[in-house]
């Protein structure tokens, strides 16, 4: 997804009028998967698993690359859709997985190993989920599992212990760790753009493999497996303290969307919100409430989009 407020002053959107797709009409997509199954792929028993994002299609053309969101389907809709299970298109094995890409990792693994992190350990001792990479690669992130790889794979494998990469979290560990640390920054300096998914996890409502956290605006992907020291520290104390009125904590997936609503409410609708921020108030208050649906906003919970767009609306510098 593109937002426009954000794009910079070389992109000239009129140059490009007329040469965007159309969206055809929805009910003619729901029409079309009813009656050629066979060409579209269902991906809404994936979503509900967790195994896809909720904000993937729900059903997706292969030879148009058609995507269509199901979410205002009449229920007949479903009911027929439910008739036809089965009957759907099923997504062809990706060219990177073939048996001879996977020859072709299997012995990289052997030939550089240092180039490698070997997460099997972790995985039998349930430090991380079983659907996480065996190995990874530190310079191009390639994931290999090796379930299926040659008796002879493991016999040469065992010889090279202790010739892999560390799997601890550093700094200056690899070229890609400066990155991922600024992940883990940006969830601490924004909380508010992020959905919490661990409570989920731990409940069984989510996969294990599924994201520990995702932001709201990019849709970035993060894990907690890797994450340094002193930060689980760090994500605890950033939680401010709980009063009888407010609560306030990391959004859950179910809050996160409506969260953005509310964003987006106060910017597009600012004339229905009253500023406290003058006011001197402790932090339990709100810096801005809505006054016809009492919804509350404090800024020191806000994403930086938001604060950028706030100052460009109020004209603060």
Same mark, same amino acid.
């Given at each position: 997804?593109?937002?426009?407020?954000?794009?910079?002053?070389?992109?000239?959107?009129?140059?490009?009028?007329?040469?965007?797709?159309?969206?055809?009409?929805?009910?003619?997509?729901?029409?079309?998967?009813?009656?050629?199954?066979?060409?579209?792929?269902?991906?809404?028993?994936?979503?509900?698993?967790?195994?896809?994002?909720?904000?993937?299609?729900?059903?997706?053309?292969?030879?148009?690359?058609?995507?269509?969101?199901?979410?205002?389907?009449?229920?007949?809709?479903?009911?027929?859709?439910?008739?036809?299970?089965?009957?759907?298109?099923?997504?062809?094995?990706?060219?990177?997985?073939?048996?001879?890409?996977?020859?072709?990792?299997?012995?990289?693994?052997?030939?550089?190993?240092?180039?490698?992190?070997?997460?099997?350990?972790?995985?039998?001792?349930?430090?991380?989920?079983?659907?996480?990479?065996?190995?990874?690669?530190?310079?191009?992130?390639?994931?290999?599992?090796?379930?299926?790889?040659?008796?002879?794979?493991?016999?040469?494998?065992?010889?090279?212990?202790?010739?892999?990469?560390?799997?601890?979290?550093?700094?200056?560990?690899?070229?890609?760790?400066?990155?991922?640390?600024?992940?883990?920054?940006?969830?601490?300096?924004?909380?508010?753009?992020?959905?919490?998914?661990?409570?989920?996890?731990?409940?069984?409502?989510?996969?294990?493999?599924?994201? @520990? &956290?995702? +932001?709201?605006? #990019?849709? *970035?992907?993060? %894990? =907690?497996?890797?994450? /340094? !020291?002193?930060?689980?520290?760090? $994500?605890?104390?950033?939680?401010?303290?709980?009063?009888?009125?407010?609560?306030?904590?990391?959004?859950?997936?179910?809050?996160?969307?409506?969260?953005?609503?509310?964003?987006?409410?106060?910017?597009?609708?600012?004339?229905?919100?009253?500023?406290?921020?003058?006011?001197?108030?402790?932090?339990?208050?709100? @810096? &801005?409430? +809505?006054?016809? #649906?009492? *919804?509350?906003? %404090? =800024?020191?919970?806000? /994403? !930086?989009?938001?604060?950028?767009? $706030?100052?460009?609306?109020?004209?603060?510098?």
């Amino acid at each position: 997804a593109l937002w426009l407020t954000d794009a910079p002053e070389w992109f000239k959107l009129e140059e490009l009028e007329g040469k965007f797709h159309q969206p055809q009409n929805k009910d003619e997509l729901f029409q079309d998967i009813l009656e050629n199954p066979g060409a579209w792929l269902d991906f809404t028993a994936q979503k509900a698993s967790g195994e896809k994002s909720e904000k993937f299609p729900d059903f997706k053309n292969p030879q148009t690359d058609t995507p269509v969101w199901a979410d205002s389907a009449p229920d007949s809709f479903w009911e027929k859709v439910e008739e036809l299970q089965g009957q759907f298109a099923t997504e062809a094995p990706r060219e990177d997985y073939t048996q001879a890409n996977k020859e072709a990792q299997f012995q990289d693994i052997l030939d550089n190993p240092g180039a490698y992190t070997d997460f099997r350990e972790q995985k039998a001792s349930g430090q991380t989920p079983e659907k996480f990479p065996d190995f990874k690669n530190l310079e191009t992130d390639e994931a290999v599992w090796v379930n299926n790889a040659p008796d002879s794979f493991f016999d040469r494998v065992d010889e090279l212990e202790g010739q892999f990469a560390s799997n601890s979290f550093s700094p200056r560990s690899s070229s890609g760790s400066s990155d991922l640390e600024s992940k883990y920054q940006d969830i601490l300096d924004n909380p508010g753009a992020y959905a919490d998914f661990r409570a989920d996890k731990a409940s069984g409502q989510k996969l294990d493999a599924f994201p @520990d &956290f995702k +932001n709201e605006q #990019t849709d *970035e992907s993060v %894990w =907690l497996n890797d994450a /340094p !020291d002193g930060f689980m520290e760090l $994500l605890d104390g950033n939680a401010p303290q709980q009063t009888e009125t407010v609560t306030h904590s990391l959004p859950t997936a179910e809050n996160a969307q409506h969260a953005l609503k509310v964003y987006k409410e106060l910017l597009e609708n600012p004339g229905d919100w009253e500023d406290h921020r003058s006011v001197e108030t402790d932090e339990s208050h709100a @810096d &801005f409430v +809505n006054d016809k #649906t009492g *919804e509350q906003i %404090w =800024l020191s919970r806000a /994403p !930086d989009w938001f604060i950028r767009e $706030l100052k460009a609306l109020t004209g603060e510098a």
